[in-house]
């Protein structure tokens, strides 16, 4: 009986993982196909470059610079979240007067995104203004969300 339930499962989760396996390998294919091709856009003509486009960035300073930039960028902006985050674990650990003032305030950046994104839906979905009604309604659909 495990191995039906096994086979169902995976019945079951394939349409997702077939769409899902198009979303990464589609992207990825076209990504590679760009990366080893010379397109010229004057032209409308791509044709096979092989690893001169990957030479000619490497041969390139400004991209050097670029990523030496981007390594210590990283690098700071992780070391600055780890210590921000350690120092606030210690000043949340302790009873203070306005602990609970300063928790909320915190709280105020993670709170705000999704505040907005349901402000969005509400638009997106809004039968007077909304575009998927509006789209709904180009194919006959009345609805009222």
Known sequence: MRGKSRAAAFLLASPFLLFLSILVIWPTYLGVKTALSRDLLSEFEITPAGLENFRMVLEQPQFWEALRFTIIFALAVTIFECLLGFALALVFDRMFPGK??????????????????????????????????????????????
Do not use: C, D, H, W
Request: net charge neutral; no cysteine; aromatic share 8%.
């Open 100 to 145: 609970t003032f300063l928790f909320s305030v915190t709280l105020v950046p993670i709170m705000i995104a999704p505040s907005l994104m349901a402000v969005m839906y509400r638009l997106i979905l809004n039968e007077n203004i909304g575009i998927v009604p509006g789209i709904l309604q180009k194919f006959g659909i009345e609805i009222s969300i």
